[in-house]
């Protein structure tokens, strides 16, 4: 195994992931940690909850998908073995979302017909032009969509919803902090792997760009139907409304430089779609790969 | 989590035991403070002759726990529940573990290439095992794969791992010690999923009796060739192939 691939071994995993971060959680958070009660009795805001987490298990049933699926087709054992944990991360992941799910009241019965009836369309798409890559074990554009360009985007959402619940919902917050270990992990093999792919199949370059554009279209559209739809606007006016005070010396939660409280909804989608976009060029770039914009949706 | 896994409804039973959660609180009683798959000092070094024969028993493990891992992580795509899907994600993690201690393993005994080295040994019976797995999963014939991959080659493999341990240096005995630990687990998997998928259907039982038929004689060859490389009696032999037949025979898949 290549020195770079050991860096990505189930050892280092073990030690750093379940008996590093995430000893001692349950389901990704501390034992005993609760959803706040105003998001469990305003009906609205638990509604806008169970619709953003259903965005989050959607997206981690595709990452479940396409890892296990390009495990088959990888060119050698470390990359199956670094996979491996991947798929595990992933299949945490959707368990630990879907308990949010139930945290919130949907019933065990009604989970998959909530997430059919939630999961955005265009997310669906999204999922969709990833895994008919890993489908015809095209390992490298999978990689690419789903280390770079899924994880990339998961990296920054989660992020940022960390950054607006570390105060008002530190039960979430401590799930998206495992979570994001675990994506800067995905997104560092892909990086490390895939440019050295890129250089011995160039004539995947292409298609591997195609896809990325599409991918990048069908995620700003996913991001404009989440955030531009009214309950979105409610939820944004009721928090504003409701916020506690800040102490004098509480610094106000922030992410890529922008205080999060003072934002309207199209400020937040235009700073999470550009930053998105512009972690994209930047990976893309490393690896080889020429960034493609997308159409606006 | 629950204390008492034992008070909880079928479903709510399988949602728990098939977790992320549960298969850590498992595998941390067993791999704690392991380094490489194992606790023990480092590895003697076997004379020449027992070098070799254990490099090749181990690059044909490195063959089998590569099935399993392929086959594992292909059934996650099948699966038909989320619990099940998580199990298999554990199961992948689980096999491709065994991998890398395995390789590891191999590096110590001097193999700077292991997968030309995996190529160069592997047993044509055992890459005919892999195959059938292959179509089954490709043919996304759920029954099939989870027979062949959680029963018979678990089976195979718990059976050829408690063996050699019995009879191998100590590093090598501990890593298999270990690593039986999840066997065991990813067979009782099998055998439950099995078991009640035969008491619903009826029609399953003979279809899975052909699957048999089919794998059998290269699970008996797989044996031999195992058993000979470990130096075990040939008047033995039938024995170890006694208790793969009664794990099988368990389920009532003649």
Request: net charge negative.
């Amino acid at each position: 195994m290549s020195d770079f691939l050991n860096g990505y071994s189930i050892q280092r995993w073990l030690e750093s992931c379940p008996q590093g971060y995430l000893d001692g959680t349950e389901y990704g958070h501390e034992p005993g940690q609760k959803e706040p009660d105003t998001i469990v009795e305003q009906e609205f805001l638990r509604d806008r909850a169970i619709q953003t987490t259903v965005q989050l298990v959607a997206g981690e049933r595709c990452a479940l998908a396409a890892s296990s699926g390009l495990i088959g087709c990888a060119p050698d054992d470390a990359s199956k073995i670094f996979l491996a944990t991947q798929t595990l991360d992933e299949a945490r992941h959707v368990e630990i979302f879907t308990q949010r799910l139930i945290d919130l009241g949907v019933k065990k019965a009604d989970l998959d017909s909530v997430v059919a009836d939630l999961a955005d369309p265009n997310l669906i798409k999204f999922a969709e032009a990833l895994l008919e890559k890993v489908d015809k074990k095209d390992f490298v554009a999978g990689v690419v969509g789903q280390n770079l360009i899924l994880e990339g985007m998961a990296f920054s959402v989660f992020e940022m919803l960390q950054a607006m619940n570390a105060k008002w919902n530190p039960k979430f917050a401590r799930t998206l902090s495992g979570t994001i270990a675990d994506e800067r992990r995905h997104v560092g093999f892909g990086e490390n792997r895939i440019g050295s792919l890129i250089r011995q199949y160039p004539e995947k370059k292409a298609e591997v760009e195609r896809m990325q554009k599409e991918m990048s279209f069908h995620m700003l559209a996913t991001f404009a139907n989440q955030l531009r739809d009214p309950s979105a606007s409610r939820e944004l006016e009721w928090v504003s409304g409701n916020a506690p005070e800040p102490a004098a010396d509480e610094e106000p939660a922030t992410w890529q430089g922008a205080a999060l409280g003072e934002l309207k909804l199209d400020e937040i989608e235009n700073l999470l779609s550009s930053t998105v976009l512009r972690e994209f060029k930047t990976r893309l770039g490393r690896v080889g790969v020429d960034y493609q914009t997308p159409a606006l949706p | 989590m629950t204390e008492d896994i034992h008070s909880l409804d079928e479903d709510e039973f399988f949602d728990e035991v098939y977790s992320f959660q549960h298969w850590f609180d498992s595998v941390e009683g067993y791999l704690h403070g392991t380094r490489n798959g194992r606790k023990s000092p480092a590895a003697e070094v076997p004379s020449e002759g027992r070098r070799q024969a254990l490099i090749t028993i181990l690059c044909n493990y490195c063959v089998g726990e590569t099935a399993a891992l392929e086959t594992s992580s292909g059934l996650v795509l099948i699966a038909p529940n989320r619990p099940l899907k998580v199990f298999l994600a554990t199961q992948v993690v689980d096999e491709a573990r065994h991998l890398e201690v395995f390789y590891r393993r191999l590096s110590e005994l001097g193999v700077t290439d292991p997968e030309a080295e995996i190529t160069k040994r592997a047993s044509p019976s055992l890459l005919a095992f892999k195959r059938c797995l292959e179509e089954m999963v490709e043919a996304r014939d759920w029954d099939a794969a989870i027979f062949a991959q959680n029963v018979v080659l678990e089976s195979m493999e718990y059976t050829t791992f408690n063996r050699h341990m019995a009879g191998t240096d100590a590093a090598t005995a501990d890593m298999l010690s270990r690593i039986l630990r999840d066997e065991r687990r990813h067979l009782g998997f099998g055998e439950t999923q099995i078991g009640q998928r035969l008491r619903h259907d009826p029609v399953l039982k003979a279809r899975l009796s052909k699957v048999r038929a089919k794998l059998d004689p290269l699970v008996l060859s797989c044996f031999s060739e195992a058993l000979e490389a470990m130096e075990i009696a040939p008047s033995e032999r039938p024995e170890l192939a006694k208790d793969y037949m009664q794990a099988m025979d368990r389920l009532g898949v003649k």
